[in-house]
């Protein structure tokens, strides 16, 4: 149930958005300004035309999936099927074809609510689908049976809390992601300290050797008057 009385499993809640007034209608603009905004904003990541041309977001989902269950990853390839056979789909039509009406509609809320600070979010979220089919995936060791259960997953009787479940899975590997990122970015900064530290023995022991030769140079001159 929304903040307006919409409710996705009574479609006679949308006739009690014309019993609003008026600031009621000012807040519902605003919202769905904000949501085409960010709708917007998902599409110009997965329609744009370099990806489009090169499937870059078919790329971030193997490299996610392959992180997060690489078993699963080792299996799709060992049955010779490209990603883009059917991540292409998950992408372009969003999952709304795969995920019932419920579902989907729960999943865009979350992916909406997550621009722009994550825009590869639903990369994760198909990831993710992945691993929640792993083991129908695993069973199936033919090329046709494997191809068929990911373009006709069996997720017709998922209702909203399958779909939480997704949710929080996707969440989990953008946090994974993020912590690896970190980790990537600290090691990168202690092994620039470290070269800046190596850097500056190097100096002060070539000052110290000249220094220690004019010394010796000094040294001999004194000898020798």
């Excluded at 202690?190 to 500056?200: D, V």
């Amino acid at each position: 149930m929304g903040k307006f009385g919409l409710s996705l499993g009574n479609p006679e809640s949308v006739l009690f958005i014309f019993d609003r007034d008026e600031q009621a209608w000012m807040n519902l603009e605003a919202d769905l300004y904000w949501c085409s905004t960010r709708f917007l904003d998902l599409s110009s990541y997965i329609f744009s035309e370099p990806n489009l041309r090169q499937g870059s977001f078919v790329n971030d989902m193997k490299c996610i999936s392959a992180l997060i269950d690489p078993v699963l990853y080792e299996h799709i390839a060992s049955t010779n099927i490209n990603f883009l056979f059917f991540a292409y789909r998950w992408f372009v039509c969003l999952l709304h074809r795969e995920l019932p009406v419920r579902g989907v509609f729960r999943m865009w809320d979350v992916s909406l609510s997550v621009l722009p600070a994550t825009p590869h979010f639903h990369a994760h979220v198909c990831s993710s689908l992945l691993c929640l089919l792993r083991q129908d995936i695993l069973q199936s060791k033919e090329f046709e049976t494997v191809l068929t259960l990911l373009h006709k997953p069996p997720l017709s009787d998922w209702g909203v809390k399958k779909v939480n479940e997704l949710v929080r899975h996707a969440m989990g590997s953008v946090k994974e992601e993020k912590l690896r990122i970190a980790m990537l970015q600290l090691l990168m900064y202690m092994w620039l300290g470290l070269m800046a530290y190596l850097h500056f023995v190097v100096i002060v022991v070539a000052e110290t050797v000249e220094l220690y030769g004019r010394l010796l140079q000094s040294l001999g001159e004194l000898e020798v008057d």
